[in-house]
């Protein structure tokens, strides 16, 4: 979520008085005198930068796809017959294969995926390395190094030759991985591979073939050759020089020292003008009515029928913390007592497979479940539409089928129960981190997205085609216009998704993959939240809604602008150009900017706490719970999202942490404190305005979110965050490799730290518990008896 003051500091041309209106995403104080925003302004400039965004989206598109590193047969040079190593084939059907034990969630490549594995990028690079070498003799590392970045790839027969001293090492190599991923428990120079399993948390029999064992070894060599050989015509390798790896020349290029050191520029220009905007800013107080705007709403059937979607979006939630503990309990050194028949089903791969897909589920429910509760209000309705009450809770019977038909798929794939490969990728898993799920499920939930869409045209239709509009309500239609394009646009983004099939190039995959989980997630329902919060607070009467449909226009610029290209700080070392480099890393420091005074956000919610101290306006404790929830979103995008975010953003960050634990700290900072929060606080809108004559007493959930919110801070910054700067430190000094290796992860301070998160994970755990038994109370006693009318009562005792 971006502050609405971001993008106005940016437009100065608008002026202080419309900087001065809003607060929080979209805010304007009826305190203040009424703002005539420049709606239509608005509308352009936003469609400008969504065109402007996505035509630049096309033009670096088309040049990834131009300069993708091919895949080719790979022959030993000056050797005749017998001279093939690994077919372009081999190299195709083992990415199949690595895709059908998990893909990203065993390891990863090009360090995307995993960080318990090795990248098996970096791992092949550097053993191959000094098999080489130890062929060669120590001395030829120089002309080792002149022959692994020589390109002698050959266009028009798709071939590239290497040295017979490196095909002695590829074959030793491949040896070792066969061994590996076939349960092998010594390796052929004596390795225990049966303790090295256990340290990476990996399968102990990952494939029973092997045949199907070599052909994946050809993709991760294809992928180790691609970050080892020079581009045609250039020094730098496909991946930039990535991994860092001296034993084949790899270090920091130019163009990554160039353009970090733009992008810290750019944040601390754009820092530097957003505080020079907001010196000197008035303070306002909201002066809200003195009765509940919202107390008169009627609850229609299909709103009712969105109950189920909140105890959805708790139930996945709670599964994805037992998920999250279980998998950094074996993440220590292995099982740690865990019988091993859980272990190798319930395998490293599985639980973060799930761990993942559950979040993405209940974000996505949350947002989804929000929309239709609210579609009726929006819509103007009294009652439900025809067939909108079948058709939510038959989309919530899609929902349930998709989850545990995907979760179902995933475990079958995993345990290579789905002999052919086809199969696999349809019903069991695709191997992509965030879009694990099998490519049935993938379609089936497409066309829940679409469906979803029709039931919100269906039950916003009448506020569209209103044709009698006063002030208030020309701020309202463009609001609810802003709701339609932001609807339609989760539904389309999607699609994305379908752009990639099993076979196509990592690089061309990794793009297309980053239009989910970059712009569907943190672009679309990004659109979609700044309305939902918008809407609420004019319904709630302290909003303006003209003020606050033109400030939720300039906000929806904001990280449309820096949002649509800074999808690039994904891909830098993704086997793309140079140019995607300079892109990503100017355009994702601007996302950053706004983040930087989130402070802000969270002030304004905090002041609207406030005001429900006053005996006018006492009503507002009924939505404190939500109101926290977005308090500590301000919080988390400005320390998850911003912080965190930016310190692996620069590409010279990236070059030594990507895949690492610095890395996982701002995810988990920025998709379970951001959106995991905004989860919950969407689903606690749902149950509150449902029935708002309910008493609650929110003194568990007031401590739950609190305590949970304390845990998080306790995990990141007790662990995930000191072992991310000490695996820094070690790839800046010993290469990439042996930062991911089992010497980093045997590293007895990484040890102690991985057990110092017990206590923020505990901590964490109870808290989200005591949020689970609030809302499990409050299933119960819905279902099972009701207190009576006086929840202004109630929540005054809280």
Excluded at 71 to 94: C, N, Q, S, Y
Excluded at 203 to 217: F, G, V
Excluded at 508 to 532: A, N, P, Q
């Amino acid at each position: 979520s971006r502050p609405v003051q971001t993008f106005v500091s940016l437009c100065a041309s608008q002026g202080p008085e419309l900087f001065d209106a809003m607060v929080g995403r979209t805010v304007s104080m009826r305190t203040m005198k009424s703002l005539e925003a420049p709606l239509r302004q608005g509308w352009m400039m936003v469609g400008a930068i969504f065109v402007c965004g996505f035509a630049l989206m096309g033009i670096t598109g088309r040049e990834l796809y131009r300069h993708v590193p091919p895949i080719p047969t790979f022959r030993v040079a000056g050797l005749e017959g017998h001279d093939v190593i690994f077919t372009d084939e081999d190299v195709l059907m083992g990415q199949e294969i690595w895709q059908s034990i998990g893909g990203q969630q065993v390891g990863s490549i090009w360090g995307h995926g995993s960080l318990q594995a090795p990248d098996w990028t970096a791992d092949w690079l550097h053993r191959e390395a000094v098999a080489t070498l130890a062929i060669m003799g120590p001395l030829k590392g120089e002309q080792y190094v002149a022959e692994v970045r020589n390109n002698t790839h050959d266009n028009s027969t798709n071939e590239a030759w290497i040295t017979p001293a490196r095909a002695k090492a590829v074959a030793k190599v491949t040896k070792y991985y066969v061994a590996l991923f076939t349960g092998v428990e010594t390796g052929e120079s004596g390795e225990d591979l049966v303790q090295l399993r256990s340290l990476h948390a990996l399968k102990d029999i990952m494939l029973h073939d092997t045949e199907k064992a070599r052909k994946m070894c050809a993709f991760i060599f294809w992928s180790a050759w691609a970050g080892a050989t020079s581009r045609p015509g250039l020094s730098d390798t496909y991946t930039n020089n990535w991994p860092a790896e001296r034993l084949v020349g790899n270090y920091v290029t130019g163009s990554v020292v160039f353009w970090s050191l733009i992008s810290i520029a750019l944040l601390v220009g754009g820092i530097g003008a957003l505080t020079w905007t907001k010196a000197g800013e008035r303070q306002f107080e909201y002066d809200p009515p003195e009765e509940d705007p919202l107390s008169k709403i009627v609850v229609t059937p299909s709103m009712r029928a969105t109950i189920k979607w909140a105890w959805t979006v708790a139930f996945l939630l709670g599964l994805q913390i037992c998920l999250g503990v279980y998998l950094a309990h074996i993440s220590v050194d292995g099982p740690l007592g865990i019988p091993k028949c859980i272990t190798q089903h319930l395998t490293y791969t599985v639980a973060r497979t799930w761990h993942l897909q559950s979040a993405v589920f209940a974000i996505a429910t949350s947002f989804l479940g929000a929309g239709l509760f609210l579609g009726p209000i929006i819509g103007g309705r009294s009652k439900d539409p025809p067939l909108q009450w079948l058709g939510v809770n038959f989309l919530w019977l899609c929902l349930l089928i998709i989850v545990v038909g995907s979760f179902g798929g995933n475990i079958a794939a995993i345990q290579q129960a789905f002999e052919d490969l086809r199969m696999s990728q349809w019903f069991g898993i695709q191997g992509y981190e965030y879009v694990d799920l099998g490519r049935f499920w993938q379609c089936f939930l497409m066309v829940g997205l679409v469906l979803w869409l029709i039931l919100m045209l269906n039950a916003i239709w009448p506020a569209i085609f209103r044709t009698t509009r006063d002030h208030d309500e020309r701020g309202e239609w463009h609001m609810v216009m802003m709701f339609l394009g932001a609807a339609v646009l989760i539904s389309a983004f999607y699609s994305a998704g379908f752009m990639y099939g099993p076979r196509t190039n990592l690089a061309i995959m990794d793009y297309w993959r980053f239009w989910i989980v970059h712009m569907w997630v943190e672009g679309m329902f990004e659109v979609f939240i700044t309305v939902i919060v918008a809407f609420l607070f004019v319904k709630l009467g302290v909003m303006d809604p003209q003020s606050a449909a033109s400030s939720s226009l300039f906000t929806t610029g904001v990280f449309l602008f820096g949002g649509i290209p800074g999808m690039y700080h994904h891909n830098y070392f993704a086997g793309t150009p140079t140019m995607i480099v300079a892109v990503g890393a100017c355009f994702s420091a601007l996302e950053v900017v706004p983040l930087a005074l989130m402070g802000f956000e969270a002030k304004e919610y905090m002041a609207l706490q406030a005001a429900a101290s006053r005996q006018s306006s006492v009503w507002l404790l009924k939505y404190k719970p939500i109101l926290d929830c977005f308090v500590y979103v301000a919080f988390w995008n400005m320390v998850g999202a911003g912080f965190l975010g930016f310190l692996i953003n620069p590409p010279i960050s990236l070059y030594f942490m990507q895949g690492g634990y610095l890395t996982l700290s701002h995810s988990h900072g920025a998709l379970w404190g951001v959106y995991g929060i905004l989860a919950m606080g969407l689903s606690l809108l749902i149950l509150r305005l449902s029935d708002l004559k309910a008493v609650w007493n929110t003194k568990v959930l007031d401590w739950g979110l609190k305590i949970m919110n304390v845990g998080m801070v306790l995990q990141i910054f007790l662990s995930l965050f000191p072992i991310g700067l000490y695996q820094f430190w070690v790839a800046v000094n010993y290469d990439y490799w042996y930062a991911r290796s089992d010497n980093f992860h045997g590293d007895s301070v990484v040890q102690w730290l991985k057990l110092c998160r017990a206590a923020g994970d505990s901590t964490f755990a109870l808290g989200m518990l005591m949020v689970l038994y609030f809302i499990a109370q409050l299933a119960l006693t819905r279902h099972f008896g009701r207190s009576g009318s006086g929840a202004d009562k109630g929540l005054l005792e809280n």
